[in-house]
């Protein structure tokens, strides 16, 4: 990424997106979504005085549309005071030649709960003409810019699609969505632009807003979503800096990956930045950048680091002293060499003597500190430089170093990252079979290998004592939980996810009850360890005489399920919009001739809402029968797309329910 950047005529400049954060609402619960849920039952079995479980039927609500947008900047940060090119963020603020195409990234966001097409159009400021929107696949070399290359190699578009935050749960598959698309506004600079003007332009959208009552056609406005300018300063002359070679940093061509002393390789890109994927334990890279005189006149220029204790070389590496060093530089007219100086003066890099046209590279180490082990730490550093003819001639290039980076736990299917907290805790018979899908991320910068070590887990078994069970792992590729490989080693390119799927054999003689938890590991080619010590395997034998039943207030679905009748004006499905009230009846019946013990009745937030009350038991547990107040919970965590909120349980005072009888809770929700 860029700032006061000054290119050469024509050449294509642009804002790339190096950490764009989530610019879409909390996610809204997508239309035409089934919300589902279910009740348990806990009591003791008079019949076998074995704590027994029940579950009643699944209740549906399914979702309306919602519609809303946005466009804005990578980040976000619109507002009234992004309405003209001057209140432009810093990042959208450049400074180019007459002539020259500029390009910067935005983001499309999707701020309601149903897929939409928003049309792009612009407003302009200033001497510029064709703007032209990309898509992002149009950055083929996935550097974060478009070349001039890109440009012309591309398809312009003008309208994007974006569907709502979130996973479309009315689709089978997982999609994660973001509710942003990113695209590139794209125009030129005319050879008319006065010198020291400021020009601009800002893309507007056309897409689908919810007015409170219906989904309706809207524009954005200065003063309705708000513009978002990008500002552009006309020069007339300026200095350069760039990549190893690639003083004006537009990739023309790309500088080819070189490797520094300590082995550290370097990829220069096209969008004025060169990247150093690292290993663990790396303190510091040595970078190669170049500056040139783009001026009419011999000049000296100063560059400066972002990053304190930056350590400036000369090209053959030798530190930049107090004292200047000579440099032998070769015109880019093929004439006689000529020297420069190499001097430190305050931290910074003085090149003297450069003459108009010609370049000077130079080296620079930039310390590196791992501050979050096992997460990909990744540290930008920008170099400037400043022309002593005109201060206000300024280029800045940018140098970038990430170190791995290895996320691990368990799979879920409806996530993109492993959670190690969820633990699915399987419960088996003795003798059966159980697996764990466990999840690797590589959220460092170079491709890296992952292998699962090997563990056990301690089974107490009949008789006393314990056995040691080993657990096996197969490579699940595609995370879909199925194994389909073998061997206990991934090889991932960055960003990529994989799986593993481990399995147990329980013991034909194992002890009812919960294992100590599973320690698995992985470890990294690049030295990096993440273990997750979360997995058990609860040993059971289950039985079950309480019939449970549950239903939601209107809508026209059954009216009895598992032998019991709903309460008046209850089905066991219905409609709903995001904003509205679920109101569930929960109804447990004991067909034992007995009284059931230690009886309560649980229920979880469903994903995709949140709590408002629950009523109608004489003790209430937020722990899972842990403890028990009479007083009922005010708030319990929500529901998210893809996974289920906080549980309470319900029970009777004295946790009893009498033979034959029923027992109602009465639970409310809001769609999200």
Do not use: H
Not at 10 to 34: E, H, V
Not at 205 to 230: I, M, P, R, S
Not at 236 to 258: C, H, K
Not at 575 to 604: H, M, Q, R, W
């Amino acid at each position: 990424m860029q700032t006061n950047k000054t290119l050469a005529l024509l050449a294509a400049l642009t804002l790339g997106a190096a950490s764009a954060q989530s610019l879409a609402a909390a996610p809204t619960t997508t239309a035409g979504t089934t919300i589902s849920n279910t009740a348990t039952a806990s009591y003791t079995n008079p019949a076998t005085n074995a704590t027994t479980s029940t579950q009643s039927n699944t209740v549906t609500t399914t979702v309306l549309p919602r519609a809303g947008f946005d466009l804005t900047y990578v980040g976000g940060g619109d507002s009234v005071t992004t309405n003209t090119p001057g209140g432009a963020p810093a990042d959208y603020q450049r400074a180019v030649l007459p002539g020259t195409t500029v390009s910067f990234e935005y983001v499309a966001v999707n701020n309601g709960n149903t897929t939409q097409t928003i049309s792009l159009g612009n407003e302009v400021t200033g001497d510029v003409s064709g703007v032209t929107f990309y898509p992002e696949s149009a950055d083929t070399n996935n550097d974060g810019s478009l070349s001039a290359e890109e440009i012309a190699a591309a398809t312009p578009i003008t309208s994007v699609t974006v569907a709502p935050n979130g996973d479309d749960t009315t689709t089978p598959a997982v999609e994660n969505n973001t509710g942003e698309v990113n695209f590139f506004m794209v125009y030129t600079v005319n050879p008319t632009a006065a010198p020291d003007a400021v020009v601009g332009a800002t893309p507007v959208g056309t897409g689908q807003e919810y007015n409170g009552t219906a989904n309706v056609q809207k524009t954005e406005t200065a003063t309705d979503l708000f513009f978002q300018y990008n500002q552009v300063t006309v020069q007339d002359s300026g200095a350069l800096i760039g990549p190893r070679n690639d003083a004006d940093g537009n990739g023309g061509p790309v500088t080819p990956p070189y490797t520094d002393a300590a082995g550290n390789t370097i990829t220069p890109t096209a969008s004025d930045s060169q990247q150093a994927n690292v290993n663990a334990g790396v303190t510091a890279v040595t970078f190669t950048n170049t500056v040139q005189n783009n001026g009419d006149a011999t000049d000296t220029y100063t560059v400066s680091s972002s990053t304190p204790g930056t350590v400036f070389l000369t090209p053959d590496g030798t530190p930049v002293t107090t004292s200047p060093t000579t440099v032998s530089i070769t015109p880019a007219d093929g004439s006689a060499p000529y020297d420069v100086t190499y001097t430190l003066v305050g931290g910074n890099l003085v090149i003297g003597g450069l003459r108009p046209g010609d370049s000077a590279s130079f080296q620079n180490t930039i310390p590196f500190t791992d501050t979050t082990p096992n997460v990909s730490d990744t540290q930008t550093t920008t170099l400037t430089v400043v022309s002593t003819n005109n201060p206000d001639r300024t280029d800045t290039t940018t140098n970038i170093i990430r170190d791995p980076g290895l996320l691990f736990g368990d799979n879920i299917p409806t996530s993109t990252n492993p959670d190690a907290p969820y633990n699915p805790n399987p419960a088996a018979q003795p003798g059966q079979t159980v697996t764990f899908p466990m999840q690797v991320v590589n959220t460092g910068g170079a491709t890296d290998t992952y292998t699962i070590q090997p563990t056990t887990v301690t089974f107490p078994v009949v008789g006393g004592g314990t056995v040691e069970v080993p657990v096996t792992y197969a490579p699940d590729t595609n995370c879909d939980g199925v194994a389909d490989g073998t061997g206990s080693t991934l090889t991932l390119e960055p960003g990529a996810q994989g799986c593993f799927v481990a399995t147990v054999q329980v013991p034909a003689n194992a002890v009812s009850g919960t294992t100590p938890p599973v320690t698995q590991t992985v470890t990294t080619g690049s030295g990096l360890t993440a273990t997750d010590t979360t997995n058990t395997v609860t040993v059971q034998v289950t039985d079950s005489n309480v019939a449970l039943a549950k239903f939601v207030q209107g809508g026209n679905g059954e009216t009895s399920s598992n032998g019991i009748t709903a309460p008046a004006g209850y089905t066991t499905s219905n409609s709903a919009l995001p904003g509205e009230n679920l109101n569930y009846a929960i109804v447990a019946k004991n067909n034992f001739n007995a009284p059931v013990t230690n009886f309560f009745v649980c229920d979880t937030v469903p994903m995709n809402t949140t709590f408002v009350s629950v009523s109608g038991g004489g003790v209430y547990s937020t722990d899972g029968g842990a403890t028990w107040s009479s007083t009922a919970p005010t708030t319990l965590a929500a529901g998210t797309p893809t996974a289920k909120g906080g549980e309470v349980c319900v029970a009777p005072a004295d946790r009893t329910l009498a033979a034959g009888s029923t027992f109602q809770v009465n639970f409310t929700v809001r769609v999200n």
